[in-house]
């Protein structure tokens, strides 16, 4: 059993390590690859871009539009009942 010291810092805070600890130069040199890629990186061109979004427009846009509803003449019937087509 750790003595009652140590058992009471566990899982609480962080500890302060050297600058030469290789945990430290491990993040240090990750956070610097991090950083160099973002600056390097290169966004697909423009043109790419809208071919793109013209293909997925043309996907999800329905050719035909569909009436969801009509407005009826003033003396046409009232006709309450659903017909279901199978």
């Known amino acids: 059993m750790p003595p009652k010291a140590a058992a009471g810092r566990r899982g609480k805070g962080s500890v302060t390590v050297g600058s ?3 945990a430290k130069v491990a993040a240090a040199k ?3 690859d991090v950083a ?3 600056a390097t990186r290169v966004s697909p061109k423009r043109g790419a871009k ?3 979004n013209d293909r997925i427009t043309a996907q999800l846009s329905p050719h035909e539009r569909v009436p ?3 407005v009826a003449s003033e003396d046409a ?3 309450a009942t659903v017909i279901v087509v199978s």
Request: no cysteine; proline share 6%; net charge positive.
């Open 20 to 22: 030469t600890h290789p």
């Open 77 to 79: 019937e009232i006709n």
């Open 36 to 38: 160099s890629n973002a």
């Open 30 to 32: 990750k956070k610097a």
């Open 50 to 52: 809208t071919a793109a």
């Open 68 to 70: 969801i509803a009509s």
